[in-house]
């Protein structure tokens, strides 16, 4: 994986590095703009959170909360990228909208629908998932809860992918990004 950063997305998906249309590729029916991706995984966003914050406070029996667990999921928020540019075997493109609330990797590559699935899911299993296990095995660490808890519910957008890559992908397809919406082909 080569990765590259490519700054500030200009909002036009020209930029957004990608390879040729496979024939008869079929594009996931998703969200049409960042705008309007930004609306639906703020909401999302906020419904997870506010569902593993709930079952935080019954773990440990009150209401929880951890400063150090914020600022720790702040210095997570590159490292969630990496994550998924890791799941890629030649370039790979991380952009920054912070207009929209988003930091998003691009890769010129097709993948199986597994694969697709697992690069989408890797971040928020690391980062998420794993600290929040982890509390949930010890409700003393707070910490993680809150790691954890901010972990899952800022991953909106991957689960977002794997929910569309599950209705729409038929078994042995692949998955390739071009530009700013993702399509899917029997090679």
């Given at each position: ?15 957004i590095p990608?390879?040729?249309?496979e ?30 914050f709930?079952?935080?406070?019954i773990?440990a029996?009150?209401?929880i ?9 702040i ?6 990228e ?7 075997k ?33 971040p928020?299993?690391?980062?998420g998932?794993?600290?929040f ?15 954890g808890t901010?972990?899952?519910a ?22 390739y ?7 899917w082909?029997?090679?």
């Open positions: 994986m080569k990765f590259h950063y490519a700054g500030k997305y200009s909002g036009n998906p020209d930029d990608c390879l040729e249309h024939p008869g590729a079929v594009q996931f029916k998703e969200a049409e703009d960042p705008k309007q991706l930004s609306t639906i995984m703020t909401l999302l966003s906020v419904a997870i959170f506010i569902f593993f709930i079952l935080s406070c773990r029996r009150d209401i909360f951890s400063y150090v667990g914020v600022v720790l999921y210095l997570t928020i590159v490292p969630h990496f994550l998924h540019a890791i799941c890629f030649d370039d790979v493109y991380m952009f920054h909208d912070l207009k929209h609330g988003m930091l998003f990797i691009a890769g010129p590559e097709r993948m199986s629908k597994g694969h697709f699935i697992f690069k989408s899911l890797l928020s299993i690391v980062l998932f794993i600290p296990i982890i509390f949930w095995i010890n409700p003393k660490l707070v910490v993680l809860a809150t790691l901010l972990g899952i800022t991953a909106a957008g991957d689960f977002y992918n794997v929910r569309n890559t599950l209705r729409q992908v038929p078994n042995g397809a692949r998955v990004q071009h530009k700013y919406n993702t399509y082909y029997m090679p």
